[in-house]
C-alpha cells in the first residue's frame, strides 16, 4: 500500500511529493523505495514515515498508489542555510547481542541565517539497499530495531535532503554478534548396528551462508565431527553410520558464519538421543581337538551366533586374509583339515549383515611330525655317459615313504619310488630334482638341487661377419667364433697373433672387434672354445684377413698433351699413388653428360689406353676414376685435350692459296697487255713464257707437298718411339 498527501502552500514554496512503495522482502519484513515527483510550485516534502517491521498501513483512494505530499518551505530571500555534518550512530554499540534491540540514529548538523523551520528528508541505507525514510523538521531520525539479528549486520549509511540540498554521512559498520541455537532432530530415535542416522540441523532466523557442525558423542571417546558448508540454504542433513559397540549414541550441532574475515559461532544445539540395538552377538569360534595340535591330526574349527532375524547374515571364516570357507543365512559355519605346519596361525571368524559387522580371532599352533627331507647327489657337474646317484633322506628319522622326482614346468616327472636314484645320464638329463617323503597322510618335499650334465664343445670356426676375409684399412674388424655342439655356457678366446685380445662366455657363438687393424698386419686370428666338460679347449683354425687400402691421389695425363694434331694417336695414362690391387681405371670425357670412354681392371697402380686417331669431335676435358674393394671412388683433378689440324693439312691449305694469288697476278696482267694493241706479239711471247712459268710452279708445289707429307711421317714415327720408351719406363718401375 502507499498513499499521497499533498498540503497547501504559499504559492512562492515550492513542495515535494514524495511516492512510497511497500515491499515485502525474504523475511517478511517491509522495504521502503521511494521516487520524487516535482511540481511546478512543489520543492519539499513534510511529513514522517517511519519503517519498522511492522506492515504499513497507508490510506489510499481505490486504484491508486498511496502519495504523500508535504509542502516544504523554501527560504525567502535573506533565509540561508548549508549543512556542517551527517553523522550516523548505533545505540547501545556497534556490537549487538543476537535478540537485544537495536537503532540506528542519523543526526544532521545544519546552520541557518535565522531561526526558520526547515524540513528534513531522512533515508538510511544497509549494504546500499535503502531501509528506512522519515520526514521530520528535526535534526536528527531514529531506526529501531527491536530484535537485532545476524542479518542485520551490515555497513549502515544515512543521506538527508532539505532546501534541495543533500549530504550524506560516512558508513558504519554494525555487527550483531552471536546466532540464534540451532534445532538438530534426528530420523529414528533407536536404530540397529550398521545402519545410519539421519540428522538434520537448522538455523531458522539466520541467512546463508553458512557453515554447519555435527557431532556424534560415545562414552568415553572423542566426539566425530562432520562439518557441512551451505551456500543457499539455513538447514543442512548429515548421515553418521552405527558402528559395532555403539550403544547409546548423543548427538549435537552448532553453526558459523563468516563475518569480516571473523567466524561467528552459535551456541550448541538441543542434544538428540539415539538407541543402538545388536542384529547380532559377537561370533564365537570354537577349535578342536586343541589349538596346540600336531601334523597329521585333523583339526575342526566351528563359528557359531545368535541373530535377531534371520536375513542376509554371512559368517566368513579366515586365515591370513584367506577366505577359507563360508555360509549365507546360517547361525553355524564348520571346517575341518588335516593339520600341517602350514596352519599354524591366526583364525579369524567374521559374521556380516547390512552394514554390521563382528569378529572373533583365535591362534591355532601346529607342531612338526617330521622335518622336511634332504636330497644329495653324488655331484652336480659332471659329463654325458656318466653315473649320477641321488639320496634322499630324513634327519634322526627312517619310518617314511620317499620318493624322487624331476621339476618340469607342466608338472614333477616321478623317477623313483625309494630313498635311492642311480642313472646314467644325457645333456636332456640337465634339471632341478626334489624328493619328498610322507608320514601320516603328511608330505614335504626337499629343496630342490640344480644338475648340469655337459658335451663337450665341437671345434671352434672364426669368420668375419661381414662374410669376406677383408676388412679396409681404418675400419673396424668384427669377428665371430662358432661351436656347433656343446652345452652353454661356452667360454670363448680371441687371439690375433699369440696374444688374447677378448674373453667372452656365451651359449653358441662370441664375436670380437679389432679397431686397431694395421696396413701392414700379418699376424692370423684364431679363437678356442672351452665349457665344463672334461674335454677341455678346442681352438680353430687361423684366419687370415687382408687389409685393403683405399685409393689415394689419382692423377690423369697424355701424350701429346694439350694439343692433338687431327688423326694422329694420343696416349691416355691414369695412375694412383696407393691401393689396394685389382684396381678398376675408368676414364670420362666430359660434354653435356659425361661420357665413359674406357674401363679397365689391373692389377696395377696406373692404366693406359691408347686413342688411336683423334678427331675434332675428341676435343673436350677429360679426367679419370679409381676405384677397388674398399668401395671409395677417387677421382683425378681434369685435363684438356685440344685436336688441331695435321701439318700436311695445313701444307695444302698453303699451296692452294698460291695458286690462287698466281692465277689473279697472270690474269690482271693479260688484261691490261690486251689494252695493248702495240705489245700484242711481247704479250703473246710472255703468255707462252707463263704458260712454261706456271708448269714450274705446279712441279714446286707438288715437290713441296710430298715433303711435308714426309715430314708428317717421320714425325709420327718418332712420337710413337718416345711413348714406347715411355711405356717401357713405366713397365721397369712397376
Known amino acids: 500500500m502507499s498513499s499521497c498527501t499533498q498540503l497547501a502552500q504559499p504559492s512562492s514554496w515550492s513542495s515535494t511529493c514524495l511516492l512510497v512503495n511497500r515491499k515485502t522482502d525474504f523475511f517478511g519484513e517491509s522495504q521502503v523505495h521511494t521516487a520524487t515527483a516535482e511540481g511546478k510550485d512543489l520543492a519539499g516534502a513534510s511529513g514522517l514515515f517511519h519503517k519498522t517491521r511492522e506492515n504499513?498501513?497507508?490510506?489510499?483512494p481505490p486504484g491508486r498508489p498511496a502519495v504523500s505530499c508535504k509542502g516544504s518551505e523554501l527560504y525567502t530571500?535573506?533565509?540561508?542555510?548549508?549543512?556542517?555534518t551527517v553523522e550516523i550512530n548505533v545505540q547501545p554499540s556497534v556490537k549487538v547481542k543476537n535478540g537485544a534491540p537495536m537503532s540506528i540514529i542519523c543526526h544532521a548538523d545544519i546552520s541557518k541565517s535565522a531561526d526558520f523551520q526547515l524540513k528534513h528528508n531522512f533515508t538510511i541505507f544497509k549494504d546500499g539497499k535503502l531501509v528506512f525514510m522519515a520526514v521530520s523538521d528535526k535534526d536528527d531520525a531514529r531506526y529501531e530495531v527491536p530484535m537485532a539479528r545476524s542479518s542485520d549486520t551490515g555497513e549502515y549509511e544515512c543521506t538527508?535532503?532539505?532546501?534541495?540540498?543533500?549530504?550524506?554521512?560516512?558508513?558504519?559498520?554494525?555487527?550483531?554478534t552471536g546466532m540464534t541455537k540451532p534445532i538438530l532432530t534426528a530420523e529414528k530415535k533407536e536404530v540397529l548396528e550398521g545402519e545410519v542416522v539421519k540428522l538434520r540441523c537448522e538455523l531458522p532466523e539466520e541467512v546463508p551462508p553458512l557453515y554447519f557442525y555435527f557431532r556424534k558423542i560415545k562414552m568415553n571417546s572423542t566426539p566425530k565431527e562432520k562439518y557441512v558448508f551451505e551456500a543457499y540454504k539455513n538447514y543442512s542433513e548429515v548421515e553418521f553410520s552405527v558402528e559395532e559397540g555403539d550403544n547409546i549414541l548423543q548427538f549435537d550441532c552448532f553453526?558459523?558464519?563468516?563475518?569480516?574475515?571473523?567466524?561467528?559461532?552459535?551456541?550448541h544445539s538441543n542434544k538428540t538421543l539415539?538407541?543402538?540395538?545388536?542384529?547380532?552377538?559377537?561370533?564365537?569360534?570354537?577349535?578342536?581337538?586343541?589349538?596346540?595340535?600336531?601334523?597329521?591330526?585333523?583339526?575342526?574349527?566351528e563359528c557359531s551366533t545368535v541373530v535377531a532375524r534371520m536375513r542376509d547374515i554371512e559368517i566368513i571364516l579366515q586365515k591370513n586374509k584367506t577366505i577359507l570357507n563360508s555360509v549365507?543365512?546360517?547361525k553355524v559355519l564348520k571346517y575341518s583339515a588335516v593339520a600341517t605346519l602350514e596352519d599354524s596361525g591366526e583364525y579369524l571368524c567374521k559374521v556380516e549383515q547390512g552394514r554390521a559387522s563382528k569378529s572373533t580371532k583365535v591362534n591355532v599352533v601346529v607342531s612338526e611330525l617330521f622335518p622336511k627331507p634332504t636330497l644329495a647327489a653324488s655331484m652336480n657337474k659332471l659329463d654325458e655317459n656318466r653315473e649320477l646317484t641321488l639320496s634322499c633322506s630324513i634327519s634322526g628319522f627312517q619310518r617314511a615313504k620317499f620318493s624322487v622326482l624331476r621339476r618340469n614346468s607342466n608338472g614333477d616327472v616321478l623317477l623313483e619310488t625309494s630313498r635311492n636314484l642311480t642313472m646314467r645320464v644325457s645333456v636332456n638329463d640337465t634339471g632341478s630334482y626334489i624328493c619328498k617323503a610322507e608320514v601320516k597322510g603328511i608330505v614335504k618335499e626337499s629343496k630342490p638341487i640344480r644338475i648340469n650334465v655337459y658335451a663337450p664343445v665341437s671345434k671352434p670356426t672364426l669368420s668375419v661377419v661381414s662374410g669376406l676375409p677383408e676388412v679396409v684399412l681404418g675400419k673396424p674388424l668384427q669377428l665371430i667364433c662358432r661351436s656347433a655342439r656343446g652345452t652353454p655356457p661356452i667360454t670363448f678366446k680371441f687371439y690375433k697373433g699369440n696374444v688374447t685380445k677378448e674373453t667372452v662366455t656365451n651359449d653358441t657363438y662370441a664375436t670380437f672387434l679389432d679397431e686397431n687393424v694395421g696396413q701392414n698386419d700379418k699376424k692370423g686370428y684364431k679363437c678356442d672354445a672351452r665349457n665344463n666338460h672334461s674335454s677341455g679347449v678346442k681352438t680353430s683354425n687361423i684366419l687370415n684377413v687382408t687389409v685393403v687400402v683405399p685409393i689415394r691421389n689419382a692423377s690423369l695425363g697424355s701424350i701429346p698433351y694439350g694439343e692433338v694434331e687431327e688423326g694422329s694417336e694420343t696416349a691416355f695414362l691414369c695412375s694412383v699413388k696407393e691401393g689396394s690391387w685389382p684396381i678398376h681405371f675408368r676414364i670420362f670425357r666430359k660434354a653435356d653428360r659425361d661420357v665413359l670412354v674406357f674401363e679397365q681392371s689391373e692389377h696395377a697402380d696406373r692404366v693406359m689406353w691408347r686413342k688411336g686417331t683423334m678427331s675434332r669431335?675428341?676435343?673436350?676435358?677429360?679426367?679419370?676414376?679409381?676405384?677397388?674393394r674398399a668401395n671409395v671412388d677417387v677421382k683425378s683433378h681434369p685435363i684438356t685435350i685440344s685436336v688441331i689440324l695435321a701439318s700436311w693439312q695445313k701444307g695444302v691449305i698453303v699451296a692452294f692459296v698460291?695458286?690462287?694469288?698466281?692465277?689473279?697476278?697472270?690474269?690482271?696482267?693479260?688484261?691490261?697487255l690486251c689494252k695493248k694493241k702495240k705489245v700484242l706479239p711481247w704479250l703473246l711471247t710472255r703468255q707462252v713464257k707463263n704458260w712454261q712459268d706456271s708448269t714450274m710452279m705446279e712441279t714446286t708445289i707438288q715437290d713441296l707437298t710430298l715433303r711435308v707429307l714426309r715430314w708428317s711421317t717421320l714425325k709420327l714415327k718418332y712420337q710413337r718411339l718416345i711413348l714406347t720408351k715411355r711405356m717401357q719406363g713405366h713397365r721397369d718401375a712397376t
Not at 504499513?56 to 489510499?60: A, P, V
Not at 538527508?160 to 550483531?176: P, Q, R
Not at 540395538?277 to 596346540?292: A, C, D, M, Y
Not at 698460291?658 to 691490261?672: E, K, M, N, R, Y
Request: overall charge neutral.
Open 160 to 176: 538527508v535532503e532539505a532546501g534541495g540540498k543533500t549530504k550524506s554521512s560516512n558508513s558504519l559498520h554494525v555487527w550483531v
Open 56 to 60: 504499513m498501513e497507508l490510506d489510499s
Open 274 to 301: 539415539v538407541t543402538v540395538r545388536e542384529p547380532f552377538i559377537k561370533p564365537t569360534l570354537s577349535v578342536k581337538p586343541s589349538r596346540n595340535i600336531t601334523e597329521g591330526d585333523r583339526i575342526q574349527l
Open 328 to 330: 549365507r543365512d546360517e
Open 658 to 672: 698460291l695458286i690462287s694469288i698466281a692465277g689473279a697476278v697472270t690474269l690482271a696482267l693479260w688484261w691490261f
Open 617 to 628: 669431335q675428341d676435343t673436350g676435358t677429360y679426367y679419370c676414376m679409381a676405384s677397388n
Open 255 to 267: 553453526g558459523k558464519r563468516h563475518v569480516q574475515r571473523e567466524f561467528d559461532s552459535s551456541e
Open 77 to 84: 530571500q535573506g533565509r540561508v542555510f548549508t549543512f556542517n
